[in-house]
């Protein structure tokens, strides 16, 4: 069974502009979580979806946003880029909603902000 | 607010036992999450606790006290393998992480 897959792996972007993250989820997992990884702040939680709907959110700006398709692939959107959005951007699968089950990690989205 | 403390660094020896605390301060509690990290990598899931006691999982096990806000895991038979961060996560509507534990294994 295929993992979790990123893409792109790395990005460079200017402040100001605006940025899409993909994540493809294990097949036949409904949920996706996302989560942003800085080596100040450490793993944040960003959202949370499931079946289209997020279902939990942290406590980031509305900069910030996603949205999950039909087929469970979920994209993270950042408009408005800042110095400090640069991070490792992880997406997570699990079967279910509610952050209870066992989640998969991908290898993450470097985003490199300038 | 949501505090949660664990230790910063740890070092222990290959074979033996180590113990890393996980302490928290939430308004609510879902579940507690333990996820091992190597460097470079992205975390893998090693256990969730939401009932008080212990979760065996082959050498590794956790412990869970929500009375006291108490977590442990517990390495058993450790191997160089091992040496990696160790987050605690607690779930309550969302998911606040420690800033983790970074085992080092030595021979």
């Known amino acids: ?114 | 607010g949501q505090n949660i403390d664990q230790p910063t660094e740890m070092t222990a020896t290959e074979g033996a036992i180590v113990q890393i605390n996980c302490t928290y301060q939430t308004s609510g509690f879902n579940g507690l999450f333990w996820y091992q990290q190597h460097a470079g990598e992205a975390p893998t899931f090693l256990s969730y606790n939401v009932l008080d006691g212990l979760e065996e999982k082959g050498r590794f096990s956790s412990f869970l006290s929500r009375s006291k806000g108490y977590s442990y895991l517990l390495l058993k038979e450790l191997q160089m393998k091992d040496s990696a961060s160790y987050l605690c996560a607690v779930f309550n509507n969302d998911m606040r992480f420690g800033a983790g534990t970074r085992l080092t294994v030595k021979p």
Request: hydrophobic fraction near 25%.
């Open chain 1, 1 to 114: 069974k295929a993992g979790v897959t990123q893409t792109p792996r790395y990005l460079i972007k200017t402040r100001g502009q605006q940025v899409t993250l993909s994540c493809s989820p294990i097949s036949g997992h409904r949920s996706v979580s996302w989560y942003q990884q800085t080596p100040g702040q450490g793993l944040q939680f960003l959202f949370e979806y499931f079946s289209e709907t997020q279902r939990n959110k942290g406590n980031f700006p509305g900069r910030f946003s996603g949205r999950q398709f039909s087929n469970s692939r979920s994209e993270m959107n950042v408009s408005t880029l800042e110095l400090g959005d640069s991070a490792l951007y992880l997406c997570a699968s699990s079967l279910t909603s509610g952050l209870t089950y066992e989640q998969y990690f991908g290898p993450g989205t470097r985003l490199t902000v300038t």
